[in-house]
């Protein structure tokens, strides 16, 4: 168990739907990345908050939104879904803003699939 | 980011010891290597990350050879828990840095038979 908690562990929804995804990063942590995850394009990060600030962009579509909340928790928004959306999503959290010095924990991931 | 180019596949039997091999040609000075194992439908879980020469833990070691171009994750007598998607990453280790996120590619899909 890597501390991180995510939810829902299973999202089915219809095209053009719009769902919201929760992530809780370990306790003290300040960094929350989220990253997408599909049979044919691997793992591909897209976004990173640091302290409830957006740090880094990856290749995040702009149907795709993220927020970081004081109390740390952070939430991925998917909106006007397509097919293509369906994958797995990860979120990882680390103690601080740069990417090695901490290694990154990765939650359980949710797995959506859009219909 | 460094780009990183690693094996697609490879398969062993159990009690081996498997070698993983990663290129990583345009490594910075600044660059820590990190692997990390991931099982279906779960996420990536943290096996090691070195610098340079040689590090071990009680899971696997990393050879770095001087010049830091590529990297060897090695498995010692692998058991059939092993068979996983191992991906070889190079990050900046400036904490100010900013970095996008670890660059995943596709990974090595390691499979250990009987």
């Known amino acids: 168990d890597s501390g991180v908690t995510q939810t829902p562990k299973h999202l089915i929804t219809a095209t053009g739907q719009r769902v919201t995804l929760r992530c809780s990063p370990r306790s003290g942590d300040l960094s929350v990345y989220w990253y997408q995850q599909s049979l044919d394009q691997g793992l591909q990060f897209l976004i990173q908050?640091?302290?409830?600030?957006?740090?880094a962009k990856g290749n995040i579509l702009e149907r795709f939104s993220a927020q970081q909340f004081p109390d740390l928790h952070s939430e991925l928004n998917l909106s006007s879904l397509e097919l293509g959306d369906s994958a797995l999503y990860f979120c990882?959290?680390?103690?601080?803003?740069?990417?090695?010095?901490?290694?990154?924990?990765f939650g359980p991931g949710t797995r959506l699939l859009v219909l | 980011l460094a780009k990183t180019t690693q094996p697609i596949s490879m398969d062993s039997y159990e009690g081996q010891e498997v070698n993983i091999t990663c290129s990583h040609n345009?490594?910075?000075?600044?660059?820590?290597i990190t692997w990390y194992q991931q099982f279906p439908s779960q996420g990536p879980r943290f096996i090691i990350q070195?610098?340079?020469t040689k590090v071990t833990n009680e899971v696997a070691s990393l050879f770095i050879p001087a010049d830091r171009k590529s990297s060897t994750l090695s498995l010692p007598r692998v058991s059939l828990s092993d068979t996983a998607v191992y991906y070889c990453?190079?990050?900046?280790?400036?904490?100010?840095?900013?970095?996008?996120?670890?660059?995943f590619g596709k990974g090595t899909h390691l499979i250990i038979q009987p």
């Open positions: 070195g610098y340079k």
């Open positions: 990882a959290s680390s103690p601080l803003p740069g990417a090695s010095i901490e290694t990154q924990y």
């Open positions: 990453l190079v990050g900046d280790i400036n904490p100010g840095g900013g970095a996008d996120g670890l660059t």
């Open positions: 345009n490594i910075a000075t600044n660059d820590y």
């Open positions: 908050y640091y302290n409830g600030e957006e740090r």
